[in-house]
């Protein structure tokens, strides 16, 4: 653990970016999940043959 002040600030901003950057690329691997999902061809093909899933995504 860091000893002085200076220290510690310097220890908790190089934290604080660690974080941030994990989740930023985090948020960017879930949305391509997102998108693969919502655009594959499993996707389409559930939504268009499923009538009560069809309704309900307003494809009727």
């Known amino acids: 653990m860091p000893e002085s002040d200076a220290d510690l600030h310097a ?3 190089l ?5 941030k950057r ?8 879930l949305q391509c999940l997102e998108t693969a999902w919502r655009d594959g061809p499993f996707a389409v093909a559930f939504w268009q043959e499923t009538p009560l899933l069809s ?3 307003g494809n009727v």
Do not use: M
């Open 15 to 19: 934290l604080a970016a660690n974080f």
């Open 22 to 29: 994990y989740f930023s690329a985090l948020t960017r691997h």
């Open 11 to 13: 220890y908790v901003d």
């Open 55 to 57: 309704h309900l995504k």
